[in-house]
């Protein structure tokens, strides 16, 4: 555990650090302090890669495989890329308390990480609070703004009654297992599925509407917006990316563990279950992108942008409980590598344009290839693979994605895809409408700080790069994840 260790020993002396200097004094060394704690605990992640045989630790509740790996490695990177990118381009008014910021980030990457590991109800849980009330207090820590304010209040409110619909969901689970291990009530549900058959149709889609939330999916969408809107921007950006997906991460290994395998996939119950994953995936990607297309204002634009990739995302959890099809896992990874890079560049635009103009809406792109040409030029990249365009990483994300749902004969769910996928190119190109076709009037200037202009090309540069060696990745995926398949739960 320690890469976990690591997080929460960086977390206790950067806050007692933070605590012991004088205000007067620049926080940014709390920042690199930080960075180096997420680094140092990715490396310890990457040498756990490949293990002989699954680790299980605490009674079985913690597991250490490579689907825990591959998700920590994505939620530290999304967390290094926040981190980075914030450093010395935070402002007072932004976030009052920035030692806070720095360190608070850790405590919520540790959250996720200990959701992609559990193999407990209870580890689990303890993981999912500790991200959201985490996250509760990154979105609060713009005191003086209303729309912050407005935003915290819905979020907690929200999260906390999701929070509680998972919960209620579990208590269902231990109930008719007398376990909270995640193996231990599959194998005991399968056994006794008859008799106990409303009490499964009720904990699963319990679970599912919780998750949903956490995940933003439609219908159960209604905080993202606001959320988005009022929150700092690194704060959004990393609710958009690594929030996210520690959520899809413990949907993926609670769903598919509890409902997906064993003696339920001869049941009844198991075809209802894969359709209402479809139907959530397919109402997510219908309304974000539709929706999206009204929208001035870059975040909650970004936001419903989100609530579609959630529905994509949703679709290989979806067809990784057929049994004819068993590289979802794969899929469903690579495109959440490819939404990590072109998400975080572009935050990282809105960020340098925020900062530059004061403006968060579209408009602020106004002549932005004129004003800082370098910038627009990696824009157009992020917004290609945003957009799923070809020789980009959400293009061949999307195509695996779809190709896998073909193999399942889910061919009304591709179809989808497809039709929400080309709505989305409006919005998106709307991006470079206003960059090489609209003028800024105020003729206001462009200044990328460093750390801002690292983290936009390097997002822009891997995002084309995922486009031109799209198999070598996914074939690494596989190769570390084939390893360790058979004992995704039962090792």
């Not at 308390?97 to 559990?118: D, K, N, R, V, W």
């Not at 500790?130 to 907690?156: C, P, Q, W």
């Not at 009720?202 to 009022?230: R, T």
């Not at 769903?255 to 064993?262: D, E, M, N, R, T």
């Amino acid at each position: 555990m320690a890469p976990e260790l690591t997080l929460v020993i960086a977390a206790v002396v950067l806050s007692l650090l933070d605590l012991l200097l004088p205000k007067q004094t620049n926080r940014t060394l709390l920042g690199w302090l930080s960075l180096i704690s997420i680094v140092v605990s990715g490396l310890f992640v990457v040498s756990y890669l490949n293990p002989v045989e699954t680790k299980q630790l605490l009674n079985l509740s913690y597991r250490i495989d490579d689907f825990g790996n591959i998700i920590k490695l994505v939620l530290l990177t999304g967390a290094g890329f926040v981190t980075f990118m914030s450093i010395g381009s935070l402002k007072k008014d932004e976030i009052p308390h920035i030692g806070e910021f720095y360190y608070l980030l850790l405590p919520a990457t540790l959250g996720g990480m200990i959701m992609a590991s559990s193999g407990d109800l209870i580890t689990l849980f303890v993981g999912l609070e500790l991200l959201s009330i985490t996250s509760y207090i990154l979105v609060a820590m713009r005191k003086k703004d209303h729309r912050s304010n407005e935003g915290a209040f819905k979020y907690i409110v929200l999260g906390g009654i999701s929070s509680a619909i998972i919960l209620y969901g579990m208590s269902f689970l231990y109930g008719i297992s007398g376990s909270t291990n995640i193996s231990v009530i599959n194998t005991v549900i399968g056994q006794n599925a008859e008799a106990i058959l409303p009490f499964i149709y009720l904990s699963f889609f319990l679970l599912l509407a919780g998750f949903c939330f956490k995940i933003a999916a439609a219908p159960f969408h209604m905080w993202a917006p606001d959320v988005y809107q009022g929150s700092a921007t690194p704060v959004t950006a990393f609710l958009a990316v690594v929030s996210k997906a520690a959520a899809f991460a413990v949907m993926f290994r609670i769903l598919y563990g509890v409902f997906g395998i064993g003696q339920l996939m001869e049941l009844p119950v198991h075809k209802d279950v894969l359709l209402s994953l479809m139907v959530v995936a397919a109402l997510a990607m219908v309304l974000g992108n539709f929706v999206a297309l009204r929208q001035t204002n870059l975040k909650r634009l970004l936001a419903y942008s989100g609530i579609a990739n959630s529905g994509y995302l949703l679709v290989p959890i979806a067809t990784q409980f057929s049994m004819v099809h068993f590289s979802n896992f794969s899929e469903f990874a690579f495109y959440l590598i490819a939404y990590l890079f072109m998400n975080i560049g572009i935050f990282a635009v809105l960020m340098i344009v925020e900062h530059s103009t004061g403006d968060e809406q579209i408009s602020g792109l106004a002549g932005l290839y004129y004003r800082a040409p370098g910038t627009a030029v990696a824009t157009v990249l992020l917004v290609l693979s945003l957009a799923g365009l070809p020789l980009s990483g959400g293009f061949f994300g999307k195509l695996y994605i779809m190709l896998g749902t073909l193999q399942t004969h889910n061919y009304w769910l591709a179809a989808i895809m497809i039709g929400t996928s080309v709505v989305s190119f409006y919005y998106y190109f709307g991006f470079i409408r206003q960059m090489f076709m609209r003028s800024d009037f105020e003729s206001r200037e462009i200044n990328v700080p460093l750390p801002l202009g690292i983290t936009l090309w390097l997002c822009a540069g891997i995002s084309v790069l995922l486009g031109i060696v799209p198999q070598l990745v996914l074939s690494w995926i596989e190769r570390i994840f084939s390893l360790t398949q058979d004992l995704f739960f039962f090792g």
